[in-house]
């Protein structure tokens, strides 16, 4: 089989283990700050179950990283799916026994199942070239879009199936990854990837980190994700305290969710077309608008139409920085660059997460948009400038 036909059976594998691992974490951002104000004794606390989604998330990067640099990314990959068995195992178990700890270490481990998962967008990557990194990117981020169905329809379908409420839709979650390993297995290791494991390991990460391209691509994935994933965390929060139930909050997060994988069709193109920092630097704009929409009212047409704008501005924006990454580093240098991009993209959707409830307890859904536009604003005037000076190939 030669580079081509791996780099398609790749992507193709990656898309549809995408689509099943992709639906665990709506199943904990449209849930855990629901059971959280079930669970929890303090209201404060209740998105607090999701932050630490957040945090399994940025703590798993590095180790993911390094453990696939050995063994390679299919071994890696299954072992993040028995760990996926287990998050989904734990937190089920946890709402059965009413206990807010073990819920949230359920959601913890989930969220080191992530680290990998979030990983399969450069994976799709290693055995494609030039503009088709960006292509390979987005046809896997495709993937999304069914997770994104197939987890709220999980908790549409599951969350009454057994008593308490909720427990059946984390017994989904379990039972996702335990489909995806056979999957996995079906992951071909590009010979580059082969080549990479037994050369140099290339520039030590501190010189890596000092590169103007590499900064800016980083920066931009942290706002892109810290933005959405702080006004997306209180969003349920927030339409449940305006009356407009469960369901109505579950569906919102599902057009969110929808908007943040569907553009995945065409985003590739896109790129290709325009350059990455010009349409990275629109995502980080209709993030803005999101906000605008947000502030304009408390209907529950503001809160889905800024939830759609949110996913939108976010595949843009966070396709466009993954792909700039991916400029940055030779085959050798693969693990320690992605996996320290990842590291810090996800530190900070931890943090940001964590202060979602607080903010949202404190001083109400309208601080929390108010919040994210000085941060894009900062963040578009380097990656506009950045974007003049790139050329886009005809």
């Avoid at 990837?193 to 890596?208: C, D, M, Y």
């Amino acid at each position: 089989m030669n580079s081509k036909q791996t780099a398609r059976r790749n992507i193709a594998v990656l898309a549809a283990a995408q689509a099943l691992g992709g639906a665990s974490p709506p199943i904990v951002m449209s849930l855990g700050g629901l059971v959280g104000l079930q669970l929890a004794s303090n209201p404060a606390w209740a998105t607090f179950p999701v932050s630490l989604f957040g945090l399994g998330l940025a703590f798993g990067t590095l180790p993911a990283a390094a453990l696939m640099r050995r063994w390679g990314r299919r071994a890696g990959y299954v072992l993040g799916a028995v760990t996926g068995i287990l998050g989904g195992a734990v937190a089920a178990f946890g709402i059965f026994s009413s206990s807010f700890a073990i819920f949230c270490f359920g959601t913890f481990i989930a969220g080191l199942y992530s680290s990998y998962v979030q990983s399969y967008r450069f994976a799709a990557a290693d055995a494609a070239e030039g503009e088709m990194k960006a292509r390979a990117i987005s046809r896997v981020m495709v993937g999304g879009l069914v997770g994104a169905i197939v987890g709220l329809q999980l908790v549409i379908w599951t969350r009454d199936a057994l008593p308490p409420p909720f427990v059946g839709s984390f017994l989904s979650q379990a039972i996702l990854p335990m489909i995806a390993i056979p999957v996995l297995l079906m992951l071909r290791t590009p010979r580059a990837e082969q080549a990479a494991r037994g050369s140099e390991t290339g520039r030590p990460l501190l010189e890596i980190l000092k590169m103007p391209r590499y900064i800016l691509a980083v920066a931009t994935g942290v706002v892109s994700y810290g933005v959405m994933a702080f006004v997306m965390t209180a969003a349920p929060v927030a339409m449940v305290k305006q009356g407009y139930g469960v369901d109505n909050a579950t569906l919102g997060i599902q057009w969110h969710l929808l908007a943040m994988f569907g553009p995945s069709f065409f985003t590739g193109r896109l790129m290709a077309r325009f350059g990455k920092e010009r349409v990275t630097a629109f995502g980080l704009v209709l993030l803005a608008g999101s906000g605008a929409v947000a502030l304009s009212g408390v209907a529950l047409s503001n809160f889905w139409g800024s939830l759609a704008l949110l996913g939108i501005g976010w595949n843009f924006s966070f396709i466009g920085a993954t792909a700039m990454v991916t400029d940055c580093h030779t085959p050798a240098e693969r693990s320690k660059a992605q996996g320290a991009n990842d590291f810090l993209v996800f530190g900070v959707t931890a943090i940001v997460s964590f202060l979602a409830g607080s903010v949202m307890h404190s001083a109400g859904w309208v601080t929390i948009n108010w919040a994210i536009l000085p941060a894009l604003a900062l963040m578009l005037v380097p990656l506009v400038w950045q974007a003049s000076r790139t050329k886009v190939a005809p």
